[in-house]
């Protein structure tokens, strides 16, 4: 059984380029996350996707953008990349809409941003 | 008042101690929580979640829950080296988003 994969695993861009995250969920999940980890930090949450609609998001401005797929995988875009982008991007599915569903996370993709 | 906070660290233990990690929440309204492990370089991975009050074990983990008290703690019996990695606390609120605190460092010492 296929865990949640993310493609790349490492970028590297400059300043004002975009860029685009791809993730595909664990078998069976319908849900998918999208969260931002600086280094020696929790991550924070990016925004959600379920039904292919952005159901929740967090406090992250509009260069960040994202999409799902009929077969629920999902991509993050960012936009006008700043320097203070760079960090592990991590893809979490789950089953469900619900408060209390499990979220298990990818390997992530580390961006660079130089 | 950040909404999930955790013990400072880094935690050192001997091995084959009890590790105790601490996480408090704000927020009253929330639903469930969830400790990740999380190893240098690698994505978190899940170790418990619990969503009543009181104790969950799992092998040599056991989760608290006290919401009257909002906190939450897991204990890592009978530690090992392996064990040394960052610990997430995690809350989640009606709606599917996480809010992590910033995480603990336990070391285990040999």
């Known amino acids: 059984d296929a865990g949640v994969t993310q493609s790349p695993t490492h970028l590297i861009k400059t300043r004002g380029q975009q860029v685009t995250l791809r993730c595909s969920p664990k078998s069976g999940h319908d849900t998918v996350s999208w969260y931002q980890q600086a280094l020696g930090q929790g991550p924070q949450f990016i925004f959600q996707?379920?039904?292919?609609?952005?159901?929740q998001r967090g406090n992250f401005p509009d260069r960040f953008s994202g999409h799902q797929f009929p077969n629920y995988s999902s991509e993050l875009n960012v936009n006008a990349l700043l320097l203070g982008d760079s960090a592990l991007y991590l893809c979490?599915?789950?089953?469900?809409?619900?408060?209390?569903?499990?979220?298990?996370f990818g390997p992530g993709t580390r961006l660079l941003v130089l | 008042q950040k909404e999930v906070e955790q013990n400072s660290g880094p935690l050192s233990v001997p091995e084959g101690a009890i590790a105790s990690l601490n996480c408090t929440y704000s927020d009253r309204g929330s639903q469930s929580f969830f400790w990740y492990r999380q190893y240098s370089g690698k994505s978190p991975e899940l170790i418990m979640f619990i969503y009543s009050n009181g104790d969950k074990e799992d092998g040599r983990f056991t989760a608290q829950l006290n919401k009257a008290s909002q906190y939450v703690s897991l204990l890592i019996r009978d530690s090992q080296p392996s064990d040394s990695a960052t610990y997430l606390c995690?809350?989640?609120?009606?709606?599917?988003?996480?809010?992590f605190g910033q995480g603990t460092e336990l070391s285990v010492k040999p």
């Open positions: 979490a599915s789950s089953s469900g809409q619900g408060a209390g569903e499990t979220q298990y």
């Open positions: 996707y379920y039904e292919e609609e952005e159901r």
């Open positions: 995690a809350v989640n609120r009606q709606g599917g988003k996480l809010i």
